[in-house]
């Protein structure tokens, strides 16, 4: 089943009555091509953040919550999404979605978090170093690919080192239902 919400959002549904667990993604069309010139790595980092607190709960907090939940979860960002997925118990799928949607729709973006996110996204960059296929792949992107695609989803250390929470706070402003897609599927009732 696939409908559209009054808030948007398409929301595909898939019942799987022999599951015993329920999966869920929430893709957001707001991936690395969609950084502004100069801040390349601003979706990355974005990312990284989603997990670092919410409504009120510090970092600490929401991953006891998501724990205590059982959520088996990923954040990732591509090129054109934020994907943010999870596997679960069914009977805990509407806490687990409603915790998903604060994680959205009212981050923390603590400066210490902050601080911390930028740290391990310039990591990540550095880790290509170690893996010449990556490392290949990027630069055949920033050479064959047009601008934003070609860019690496990681971004670029020297524009990651001038990201302000301020950035992050923007581009988590431009998240919007009418361009997000909700796909759940599992021993779940659809309603």
Known sequence: MIRKLSNGMTVAVE??????????TILLQRGAAYDPEGKAGLTAV??????RGCAGKNAVELISELD???????FDCSAEYVSLSASL????????????????????CDQN?????????????LAIEDNPAKKLMNELG??????????????????????TVRDIK?????????????????NIEPD
């Not at 974005?46 to 997990?51: F, K, V, Y």
């Open 170 to 186: 923007k581009a988590m402003s431009e998240f919007s239902p009418e361009t997000a897609i909700l796909s759940v599927a599992g």
């Open 113 to 125: 978090e902050f601080k911390q996110s930028v740290e391990l996204s310039i990591q990540s960059i």
């Open 46 to 51: 974005m990312t990284e953040m989603l997990s």
């Open 15 to 24: 019942k799987m009555p022999n599951a015993k667990s329920a999966s869920f």
């Open 89 to 108: 118990l069914p009977d805990k799928l509407d806490r687990a979605l409603n915790l998903f949607f604060d994680i959205i729709t009212k981050p923390n």
């Open 142 to 163: 920033l050479r064959f690919f047009p601008y934003p695609l070609g860019r690496p989803v990681k971004g670029i250390i020297s524009e990651i080192k001038k990201l």
């Open 68 to 74: 205590s939940l059982g959520i088996e979860r990923s």
